[in-house]
């Protein structure tokens, strides 16, 4: 199964090399992992997506608490929440296809960020599913390259879950 | 006023009671040694790195306290990898600090540089590299705070050139402020009951003790607790000495090499109550035949501990000492009813085991049997030596037949199996305790991995006994070979050997040689008599196997017995 979590981090040199440290010398796997400063700038989010069963969820929980450096882990199997990536996607866009490219941006809300002779540049930001969706179908118009940035989490409702 | 970072490191060092530093000297650490002579703090030097972190490891393991050493950059640093792994298998509180090239150069490939803090990421605790002087105080206050409470390990703090000579004001920090470490050290009582209601109806239950109790000085809660649930107790190679070998509820230690006794009742058991110890794999065997018919409550400081390899039934997350004191007052408030009747099968059926397979061996007169030279030095210490081991055969006759009865008594490598750890580990120890016996039980292999360290032992006289039992083999190594392996003892005879007498004898130590049973006595009469380090040559049987043996990934209960 695939969890998310989030994990603030003291934002010191070297911690995220404990976290990922931490990951393969268990043996653990990371799919994906974003990181940045939080409101406060001594803290910062890590949001990781990661796989394994109950009994390996729970030591990755408890690996990540032992961490000197980790302030908190959010288990977003526990709570409700919203999580979002952003894509940026070189599409291939020569004069017969450039209106079916610029169609299918706008129809997932994208947005055009570079244009070129050959080329459009789009930005797209959604759940995986979306993400997914629009790389499908703008493969058929041919894709040259694709940067995803990993997932990004925070848990609904006014409490701030980061909160210590 | 205005220290330096090396006045500041000894000011430290003060602040936290350290009396003795294991070290070794080099370029970036020059201005610090300089500063040594005007601080009133003992500096035993060693002749290998390796040796000053076990050292300060088996200080550590002897004391309580946490052990400290002290090294230079680049090779100085690297060289102590394997000690400060050995700590942090076992959770042995030590604070390595290791000189660093000036920050300017870090990174630049410099001279002796090394990114030990990279390095030793995974096997230590929490470790710092110091980039200004202005952290330095706290970071070593951080790291002594670190290195002693919730689980015990190893820190290594690196200090760069210039952090040592640069100076700043020095106050030494009183409140530690953590954000992301609260170990949790209290026991939670809910659990504790579920614990003790679990207890209350178990038929045959056993308790399982490891390091935890030695660590968290809890062989005296562990021994009422045996008494009061008339509740027979085994416990891993690293909790000897936390429960009396010679009582009568005592099991022997369990797994590998452990008793026939108490790997079959751990295989009957219907609960078993785990007490700072973390199922290792030389403890279980398979896995699935683990305990198969019992419910598992865990007492741990560590939360990753619990249900990593064996799921547990009541986890409780805690000091081992203070979860037992609040299990001793539920003894207390509520008794289990006709203790002595409802126990009474099940510790017949222990005594059953104990004498259908003892721990045996024969002495004839021909070979000396390294487990008759064990017994003999348990015989004549009266069982109150500090017993370092190296790794191998030596260690498991050493836990075998070293009755241990005191914590903190016995000194061995059990998580990473560091062969050379016995003797560094023995002169820390004889370092703290000068007028006790402290004896490293080796191995012919072994104890040729830090021999070096013989002339750290002269020159500061400690004076340790080293006991080789010298079987001409790497003996464990050898003993899956002939049970394993048809026989094939590739690369593990050591016949071409130094001549450990005269070896001794060059180190300035006093050498001595038995090579008969009737010898052997009188070779460790005299080595005890001996105001100076020893080195005892016992030539023993060469293929004298450790049994029980549990095969690798075998149950717990299909042993080999001879």
């Known amino acids: ?164 | 006023m205005k220290l330096t970072g090396a006045q500041i490191f000894f000011e430290c060092l003060k602040a936290e009671g350290v009396e003795v530093i294991f070290g070794l000297p080099g370029g970036v650490l020059l201005d610090l040694y300089d500063e040594m002579p005007k601080h009133d703090i003992r500096h035993i030097l060693v002749r290998h790195e390796q040796g000053a972190a076990h050292m300060a490891d088996g200080y550590a393991r002897a004391t309580g306290r946490v052990g400290v050493c002290l090294v230079t950059s680049g090779p100085g640093a690297t060289n102590t990898v394997t000690g400060i792994a050995t700590a942090y298998m076992d959770s042995i509180p030590i604070v390595v600090f290791t000189g660093q090239v000036p920050t300017a150069l870090i990174g630049n490939d410099a001279f002796q540089e090394a990114d030990i803090v990279g390095i030793t990421r995974p096997c230590t605790k929490h470790n710092y590299l110091v980039k200004d002087v202005r952290d330095l105080a706290r970071i070593i206050r951080e790291a002594f705070y670190l290195a002693h409470s919730g689980r015990p390990g190893p820190i290594l703090v690196d200090l760069p050139k210039d952090v040592i000579n640069t100076k700043t004001e020095f106050k030494y920090p009183k409140k530690i402020s953590m954000k992301g470490y609260k170990p949790t050290t209290e026991a939670h009582m809910g659990q504790i009951k579920r614990a003790y209601t679990a207890i209350g109806k178990a038929k045959r239950p056993m308790i399982y003790a490891g390091g935890g109790v030695i660590s968290s000085n809890a062989a005296k809660e562990l021994k009422q607790l045996g008494e009061q649930l008339r509740c027979p107790v085994t416990t891993t190679l690293m909790g000897l000495g936390g429960f009396p070998a010679p009582h009568e509820l005592w099991l022997g230690m369990l797994g590998m090499h452990g008793t026939f006794r108490a790997n079959m009742a751990v295989g009957n058991t219907d609960l078993l109550i785990a007490i700072g110890a973390r199922f290792d794999d030389r403890v279980t065997g398979k896995l699935d035949e683990f305990a198969p018919s019992a419910k598992i409550i865990h007492i741990d400081i560590d939360p990753t501990s619990i249900s990593k390899n064996v799921k547990v039934d009541i986890p409780i997350v805690g000091d081992c000492q203070d979860a037992l004191k609040k299990l001793l007052q539920l003894v207390k408030e509520s008794p289990i009813d006709d203790l002595e009747k409802v126990r009474k099968p099940w510790l017949d059926q222990i005594q059953k085991w104990k004498e259908t397979y003892p721990l045996a061996y024969e002495q004839k007169d021909n070979l000396i049997k390294p487990q008759y030279v064990v017994e003999k030095l348990y015989e004549l210490s009266e069982g109150k030596g500090i017993i370092a081991t190296e790794v191998g055969q030596n260690q498991m006759w050493a836990a075998q037949y070293y009755h241990f009865s005191e914590p903190r008594t016995l000194l061995t490598s059990g998580g990473l199996g560091t062969m050379g750890y016995g003797l560094p580990a023995a002169i820390g120890a004889q370092a703290a305790f000068p007028d006790r016996l402290v004896i490293d039980v080796a191995g012919d292999g072994s104890i040729q991995m830090c021999i070096q360290e013989m002339i750290t032992a002269v020159e500061n006289n400690l004076p340790v006994k080293v006991a080789i039992l010298n079987n001409q083999y790497l003996g464990m190594v050898r003993q899956w070979q002939q049970l394993f392996y048809e026989k094939n003892y590739c690369a593990t005879c050591l016949k071409i050997a130094p001549d450990f007498v005269k070896l001794a004898e060059a180190y300035g130590a006093l050498g001595l040689r038995a090579h008969k049973p009737d010898e052997v006595e009188s070779v460790i009469r005299e080595a005890f008599a001996s105001p100076k380090p020893v080195i005892m040559d016992f030539v023993v049987n060469p293929e004298e196997c450790v049994y029980p043996m549990v095969p690798a990934g075998a149950a717990m209960t299909e042993m080999l017995l001879a």
Do not use: W, Y
């Open chain 1, 1 to 164: 199964m695939r969890h998310i979590l989030g994990v603030l981090v003291e934002n010191q040199p070297g911690v995220l090399s404990r976290v990922a440290g931490l990951f393969s010398g268990r043996g653990f796997n990371i799919e994906s992992l974003t990181v940045a400063e939080t409101l406060d700038k001594g803290v910062s989010h890590i949001t990781l997506v990661t796989t394994g069963d109950e009994m390996i969820m729970e030591q990755i929980v408890k690996h990540l608490n032992k961490l000197v450096n980790v302030i908190k882990v959010i288990d977003f199997r526990e709570v409700k929440f919203v999580d979002r990536e952003m894509a940026l996607i070189k599409v291939k866009a020569e004069a017969d296809t450039r209106a079916e490219a610029l169609r299918i941006t706008n129809i997932f809300r994208g947005k055009v960020v570079d244009v070129c002779q050959h080329s459009f540049t789009i930005e797209v930001t959604g759940d995986e599913g979306k993400i997914q969706a629009i790389l499908d179908l703008l493969s058929q118009l041919g894709i040259v390259e694709v940067v995803r940035t990993g997932k990004v989490a925070i848990a609904r409702g006014r409490k701030n879950s980061t909160k210590r």
